[in-house]
C-alpha cells in the first residue's frame, strides 16, 4: 500500500450537498458551500458522495461539481471526488474527469444493484486502479449498493492496486473495521460513513469520517475528529454526545432530505430542493428537525 503524507486523509471529509435552483444544479451556491466547510475546519470535503443525489445528476455535471470544488478549494484542503457508477465506463469517465479537474483523491463505490460476485468486485477495482494514479478509498455500503466487500477481497486489490489507500465504511459493523485496521495497519485510510459510529470508530484507530452531518455542522464535527487525533477521549466522548440527536436526524428520511431541510432552515440554503424521485420533507419531518435544532443550539 502506497505511502501517503500524515495528514492527508485524515480527519473530517464532509460529503457535500448538492444545491439545486429551478431544477438546474446551482454550482455558485456549492462554491460557497466549499467556503464554508473551509472556514469551519473541516479537513477536506468529497464530492457527489451519497448526500449530493449523484444518481439524479448527469456525468457533466458531476464532472462540473468537482471541477468547482477544487477551484474553490484552491488547494487549501483536499478534493475527493466520488466517481462511482454502476458500470465501468460511467466510472472510468468521471475518474478521467476528476483527474484533469485536480481532484487530490478518489471514493469510488461498489458497483450498485448489479449484485456481482467478490471476484468481479476486485477485477472491477484492479481494472480501474490501473487507470489512475490518484489515492482511491473503496466506498463500502452495502444497504445502498446491495453488495458488500470482503476483506479477502480488499486484500486482493491492494495487492495489486498499491494506491487503494483506505475504505469508507458505512455499514454497522466495527468488526470489521477493526479487521480492516488489524490487517492493513494504521497508515490504512479507514472513514467512518455512519454518524453514529463516528466516535467509535475513531477510538479504535479510523483515520477520519466521513458524515452528511458535517453539512450542517462542520466545526462539531472537525472538533471531534482533533479532539480524538490528540488522545482527548473525554473531550471526543462529550462532541459525540453533543451531536447524537443532529446524528439520529440524518436518518429521519432518506439522506440527503434531513440535511437539506436543515441546511436551508439555517440559511445555508436557498431552498432544499430535490430531483424525483427524492423530494422534500414532510410538513410533520420540518416540525421534527426545527425542534432538534433548536435543542442542539443552531437554531434560535
Known sequence: MDSLKDAFLRGSYPPLVTPFRSGAVDYGAFAG???????????????CGTTA????LTNDERAELVAVAVRAAAGRIPVVA??????????????????????DALLVVTPYFIRPPQRGLAEYYIDLGRRTRLPMLIYHIP???????????LERVVEAVPHVVGVKLAANDLTFATQLLARFGPEFRLF??????????????????????GNVAPRQVADLCNAVARG??????????????LNEAVFLDTNPIPIKYMMKRLGLLAANEHRLPMVPATPE????????????????
Open 53 to 56: 443525489e449523484p444518481t439524479a
Open 285 to 300: 419531518l420540518e416540525r421534527r428537525l426545527d425542534a432538534i435544532l433548536r435543542r442542539s443550539g443552531l437554531l434560535e
Open 192 to 213: 467512518a460513513g455512519l454518524e453514529e459510529l463516528s466516535f467509535p470508530m475513531l477510538a479504535v484507530g479510523a483515520a477520519g469520517v466521513m458524515n452528511a452531518v
Open 232 to 245: 482527548d477521549l473525554a473531550g471526543a466522548r462529550a462532541l459525540h454526545v453533543a451531536l447524537a440527536e
Open 33 to 47: 458551500l466549499v467556503e464554508r466547510q473551509i472556514a469551519n475546519g473541516s479537513h477536506g470535503i468529497v464530492v
Open 82 to 103: 466520488a466517481t462511482g457508477a454502476a458500470s465501468l465506463a460511467e466510472t472510468m469517465a468521471l475518474t478521467a474527469a476528476a483527474e484533469r479537474a485536480g481532484a
Open 143 to 153: 444497504g445502498r449498493s446491495a453488495v458488500g466487500l470482503e476483506l479477502s477481497t
